[in-house]
């Protein structure tokens, strides 16, 4: 049998300490978004304000050079007890004058709009941000071998930073079919 021959040039030695930094850096990461996608997927689905509904009085584009359709009209919370008769939200595509839409108040004058998409939007970044944050922890089950290529450790441990990684590809694969569910809900 002929030996194998690699065309990927001398292999350099891994640094445990980059590859450290490099879990680390990629755990805070992960946190971050999985925390962010979290709180804003509450927002979109109604479960971290107060839900309600907004009768639209007028909606206009605002803003250069990007524009943005800002709509404006009377909000009433779902449980009756809060009322804002000149709320405004940002919204695409724009909303016809007397059309309702389901809203979370974040705190006073401030909205997010209730939606399947925005809610698989969030859920993409969740799902991604917590595939960073295993990736990370995969990375922290390997080391170096004596030609400076990565493996994974013996024993449980090693199991455990190969359960990891398979479980990140699942995360990607969801966050990438929310993504595409997100894409294709109407707005």
């Known amino acids: 049998m002929a030996p194998v021959i690699s065309n990927r040039g001398p292999s350099r030695s891994a640094n445990p300490a980059q590859r450290l930094a490099f879990s680390v850096l990629f755990a805070l990461i992960g946190a971050g978004l999985t925390a962010f996608g979290l709180y804003q997927a509450g927002h979109a689905v109604g479960l971290l304000g107060e839900p309600g509904t907004l009768t639209v009085a007028s909606c206009a584009r605002v803003g250069q050079p990007k524009p943005e359709i800002r709509c404006t009209g009377s909000f009433r919370s779902d449980d009756g007890r809060s009322t804002d008769p ?8 724009s909303l016809a004058s007397g059309q309702t839409t389901g809203l979370d108040r974040v ?13 698989e939007e969030y859920a993409a970044l969740t799902l991604f941000g917590t595939a960073l944050f295993v990736f ?52």
């Open 136 to 187: 990370a922890g995969s990375g922290f089950a390997s080391r170096a071998n004596s030609t400076g290529r990565p493996e994974l450790r013996a024993g449980a441990v090693g199991r455990v930073g190969l359960r990891l990684g398979q479980a990140g590809i699942v995360l990607l694969l969801g966050a990438a079919l929310c993504a595409v569910i997100a894409f294709l809900s109407p707005r």
């Open 86 to 93: 000149a709320a405004r939200f940002t919204v695409n595509p």
């Open 107 to 119: 705190d006073a004058g401030s909205y997010v709009r209730i939606s399947p998409a925005g809610t």
